[in-house]
């Protein structure tokens, strides 16, 4: 295998924490086994290239600006705290939660070619890695909201029970992280969005799904400045408000699925109408998240409820 040697595992008990330990492009790394499904690690772009993908299974894992974690420990930004840094190298080599924003994995991880610069990379036995990043990323969130250390913030009041303000919040920054990454836009069936205009087409949805108690513009720009947007993404009320009226006659038919049927199992495709297929596909998003499924779910339970 080019670029990589296995090395003196160093007794099963250090197999047991840390994976198999290997020389990848002449420096040492660690790499998952039976007794470690997978490996959190900071390596060089050589490195990480250097990873067998018949074997394994690799994505870098992020901590972008806009939903870099604030914990309790040193803050920067773009970064992620110290310990929660530590948390997640802990976590993953006893083989149990893991946090963080993962990329999709794929045959070449593209990172830039500094021989010195580190990534944060997740390395799993392969196939593995798929099925649990998304696990991974709302472990992330969870975490983050609860080292906080001011006070949390009060109920919107804006969702209707049984939504909580908290894991809302996170379904929207993982909406966001999906389509936008670290950009200032978003490209959505093949135009690009800035972040005002993917989040009136996301409150146009959340209207249409009769999940919202209070619909004015308003109240949902202050929940997102507050408890979703970081600096450089905030807009103003003003300005979401502005970009609806001036998109009215396109959107108009949005939060009525009786005037307009679109089917969010399936992804949107191009209709000529640009806003109607980006509020098909962010719809077909949320429809399809994690917590919409549990809000399903919750509600064919209460169904049964005999009371």
Do not use: W
């Not at 649990?132 to 029970?161: C, H, M, W």
């Amino acid at each position: 295998m080019k670029g990589i040697t296995i090395g003196p595992a160093g007794g099963h008990g250090l197999s047991r924490m840390q994976g198999t330990k290997v020389m990848l492009a002449g420096r040492t790394a660690f790499l998952p086994n039976d007794d470690v499904p997978f490996v959190f690690q900071r390596l060089t772009a050589g490195q990480i290239n250097a990873i067998p993908r018949d074997r394994f299974s690799v994505a870098l894992i992020e901590v972008p600006t806009r939903m870099g974690m604030a914990g309790p420990g040193k803050k920067g930004r773009g970064g992620m705290a110290v310990k929660g840094l530590q948390r997640m190298k802990d976590l993953s080599r006893s083989g149990g939660g893991i946090t963080g924003f993962v990329r999709a994995p794929s045959v070449t991880v593209k990172v830039e070619e500094d021989g010195t610069k580190l990534h944060n990379t997740l390395i799993s036995l392969a196939k593995q890695i798929s099925e649990t990043a998304d696990s991974f990323y709302d472990k992330t969130l969870v975490l983050s909201r609860n080292q906080r250390t001011d006070p949390p913030e009060p109920d919107s009041g804006i969702f209707y029970s049984p939504i909580d303000d908290g894991s809302m919040s996170d379904c929207i920054k993982k909406a966001i992280a999906h389509f936008f990454g670290e950009k200032d836009t978003c490209k959505i069936v093949g135009k690009e969005y800035k972040p005002v205009a993917f989040c009136l087409l996301m409150h146009d949805y959340f209207i249409r799904m009769h999940i919202m108690k209070n619909t004015t513009r308003t109240p949902f720009c202050d929940y997102l400045q507050k408890r979703v947007l970081k600096d450089e993404m905030k807009f103003t009320s003003r300005t979401f408000t502005g970009y609806a009226q001036d998109h009215k006659d396109a959107i108009q038919d949005f939060t009525d699925s009786g005037k307009l049927k679109i089917n969010f199992n399936v992804h949107a495709e191009p209709s000529g109408k640009p806003l109607q297929d980006a509020f098909h596909e962010i719809g077909y998003y949320f429809h399809n998240s994690g917590y919409f499924k549990r809000l399903r779910e919750m509600r064919d339970n209460m169904k049964g409820f005999m009371i």
